[in-house]
């Protein structure tokens, strides 16, 4: 009886053994199928992304299902950890008024920096997830700023094998390799973008490279119309703004986070654009500094404003920039969000390129988006010749009357906002 019982176990140990070694080999044979699919698959997908024929384009929309599929494979995040990755720097255009800044860790959308992601998860070039990325970004613009300089950096995939130089462990380009070959960024991106974004250049930069601090100085440009500003007395307010200067009464403080309200400000002019429009000229104000605090531009030019329209003394600006005899900061209204824009962003030792394709295709699109809002702008004149207005005094009173101009209320004499010192207070309490 124990013999039996005996074999039966020997029997059943060879049959355990048996399949545990098939199981091995069809664990070596999927790795293997597996290797096999994530060539081909790479390959799809380079050529689905980076090809430059008419027949990669029109084939686009029939991939579709064939690439969502190869997405649900197993083992094909783990495909794309594989790529080479560099560090890379894109420069960003946007129009900014449908957007709800460029930051996309608020709780409204869309934002700027929502619809990078968007497009950098679509094409495949994003490198984990945004931490894993070592994503920085030079500016957070608020709702409604436009950019044509916007600079920001991450890991992207590139084409170029890993050298010995490089780090082989992180699959790592160096930013001194060279670019032949290199994924065309610029075009790839601006393929997915929504038209009110476009990436302008991109440069391989070092890894503690940071979009933010390691900017040298940033420039901005507001629009405006003329009217009867003085711009005269606007110039010889400005000059105030110039140096370095405490700017807590010219921004929207952030006592949790802002420390130091120390700005310097480089440049500081105002000029005539060749933009008119009836007997009305459109003018630019270019203002350059190190950095600038939350709102500091909007609140600069508002102020700024008031001096034109003859409410306030060109001195004000003087007075408020004396923390001293100005502790406290006058409650009034900031210059609109749309016109302003952020030109550009300096970096030491940073060249932004653009292969001739993408910029070609870069300038056809600003092209028509140009004359699209040329159309726009046809058809508000015409609206304006057609629009019924009062012809004499008896018209105006019928309607109302002339409509009465709003008294002004000197800013020194207006109420203040809370010092920093108390925000701190009730920061800490909190």
Sequence with gaps: MS???????????????????????????NAKLLSQLTDRSNHEIEKKLHG????HMKSKNGNSKTEEKIQKMPGYHSMLIKHSKRYVALTVMYFGKRFYGFSSEGQMD???ESEIFKALEKTRLL???????????CGRTDKGVSSVGQVIALFLRSNLKVSGTNNRNAGEIFSEEPHEGEIDYVKVLNRVLPNDIRILGWCPVP????ARFSCLSREYKYFFWRENLNIQDMESAAKNFLGEHDFRNFCKMDAANVHNYRRQITLFEMSPTNVRYDDNQLWVIKIKGTAFLWHQVRCMVGVLFMVGKGLESPDVIEILLDT??????????????VPLVLQSCEFEDIRFMCSSDAGEA????????????????????????NCVSPSDDQNLQHYGGTKKKASHVPLLSRPTEPSYEERRVKFNST
């Design 3 to 29: 013999t039996n019982h005996s074999d039966f176990v020997a029997s059943l140990q060879s049959q355990i053994d048996s399949l545990q070694i098939r199981v091995k080999e069809l664990e070596a044979e």
């Design 52 to 55: 430059s024929d008419d027949k």
């Design 110 to 112: 869309p934002t700027v």
């Design 127 to 137: 490198v984990g997830d945004k931490k894993e990325s070592q994503y920085s970004r």
């Design 207 to 210: 890894v503690d490279f940071h």
């Design 324 to 337: 001293k005899r100005t502790p406290r900061k006058p409650q009034y209204i900031m210059a609109a969000e």
């Design 362 to 385: 870069l300038r056809l699109h600003l092209v028509k988006e140009c004359q699209t809002y040329q159309l726009q702008a046809a058809i508000f004149h015409e609206a304006i010749l």
